[in-house]
């Protein structure tokens, strides 16, 4: 089996708006003639380079021998998940800004451990013949209504609404 990636063309706000803004702040501090906003606009650009670089290359969920490992961090953050004592897949969901919420995780918790990833740098898809891996290989292992829609195909694209807003 593959390793899960994040999908590049869905990270696009990383590599073109928020390098405009670090391009702004050079721009500026480079018409001004100010060190220190040019200094702060490199470190910007270098700082999204590296976020890309890391979502692009050194971001992976796969099953390595018997565990489930998700990397990311450049290799600094490795979680596991024995495979043998997976329990539950669960699409945890926090609240987001603008009265919405965010992407839904991918939590699979084992007995001692959970690996906890972030699904909205990918295609959903992509983790359809990941559960079928896990399945097979532990079949006790519960999918919730989310992760079981994913796993036999649907579109859960539009499975979430948005929290209602104040009354206020």
Avoid: C
Avoid at 91 to 98: E, W
Avoid at 120 to 136: C, D, E, H, N
């Amino acid at each position: 089996m593959n390793a899960v990636k994040p999908d590049v063309a869905l990270l696009w706000p990383t590599y073109t708006f928020f390098p405009l803004a670090a391009l702004a702040v050079l721009v500026f501090g480079a018409a001004v003639g100010d060190g220190v906003m040019i200094s702060i606009g490199l470190l910007l650009l270098a700082a999204n380079a590296l976020i890309v670089v890391n979502q692009a290359y050194f971001t992976s969920l796969t099953i390595d021998r018997d565990e489930l490992v998700y990397r990311t961090n450049f290799g600094a953050k490795v979680e596991r998940v024995p495979i043998g004592s997976l329990q539950r897949i669960d699409a945890k969901r926090y609240p987001g800004a603008h009265s919405g919420v965010s992407a839904p995780f991918f939590v699979a918790r084992g007995r001692t451990s959970t690996v906890r990833v972030n699904t909205k740098p990918y295609r959903l898809s992509v983790f359809v013949p990941l559960i079928a891996t896990l399945r097979q290989a532990n079949s006790h292992v519960e999918l919730d209504p989310f992760w079981a829609r994913v796993a036999a195909g649907e579109d859960v694209s539009k499975e979430i609404s948005l929290t209602p807003r104040s009354r206020w």
